[in-house]
T-cell receptor, first 117, second 111 residues
């Protein structure tokens, strides 16, 4: 079974702190994603990566950066956390048979509930 | 721009009832459609993936259909149980690089 893990289930940080959220997948997936989920706004894509050291902005990249130094690991960084970044953060990866394939299936991690005080 | 809509936003049914959740999308140029389940405070669990060339997929008591031409998918849950209570999301994989999600249907199955 595919496994996507996230470093923390719950995290509490203070305004201005630098925050690292880690995501690891064990199935050699090329594509990895970071989303945030907020009531009434649904899932919104922050960043994604289609290969090591490659990244692309999603719909709401402001205030975030990412790092993909190894294929299995995709990190989300909040350079200076703010209260409006309090949210549920979800990492995902795609098993892919090609960049645009009908076999692509996305798998999610358990989520990190981040609270910024 | 692809938009995905799920109706109803919330649904409450008695145990044992068969039910249908609806998902519609505006751009029929998709590679596949995926249904997920999300329990409160948890991540998303993939339930079914329907490729664009398929009409339906089944897994246990779940059956998902896809009609690309009309931009619709349904998730049928047979003989619902309290353990089915969760939020169900659909997502389409359009031409492009990433999924577009609906906002989900919150299902409550009452014992």
């Amino acid at each position: 079974d595919v496994k996507v893990t996230q470093s923390s289930r719950y995290l509490v940080k203070r305004t201005g702190e630098k925050v690292f959220l880690e995501c690891v997948q064990d199935m050699d997936h090329e594509n990895m994603f970071w989303y945030r989920q907020d009531p009434g706004l649904g899932l919104r894509l922050i960043y994604f990566s289609y290969d090591v050291k490659m990244k692309e902005k999603g719909d709401i990249p402001e205030g975030y950066s990412v790092s993909r130094e190894k294929k299995e690991r995709f990190s989300l960084i909040l350079e200076s956390a703010s209260t409006n970044q309090t949210s549920m953060y979800l990492c995902a990866s795609i098993r892919t048979s090609g960049y645009q394939s009908s076999y692509n299936e996305q798998f999610f991690g358990p989520g990190t509930r981040l609270t910024v005080l | 721009k692809q938009e995905v809509t799920q109706i109803p936003a919330a649904l409450s049914v008695p145990e044992g009832e068969n039910l249908v959740l609806n998902c519609s999308f505006t751009d029929s140029a998709i590679y596949n459609l995926q249904w997920f389940r999300q329990d409160p405070g948890k991540g998303l669990t993939s339930l079914l993936l329907i490729q664009s060339s398929q009409r339906e997929q089944t897994s246990g008591r779940l059956n998902a259909s896809l009609d690309k031409s009309s931009g619709r998918s349904t998730l049928y849950i047979a003989a619902s149980q309290p353990g089915d209570s969760a939020t169900y999301l659909c997502a389409v994989y359009p031409s492009g690089s990433r999924l577009t999600f609906g906002e989900g249907t919150q299902l409550t199955v009452n014992p």
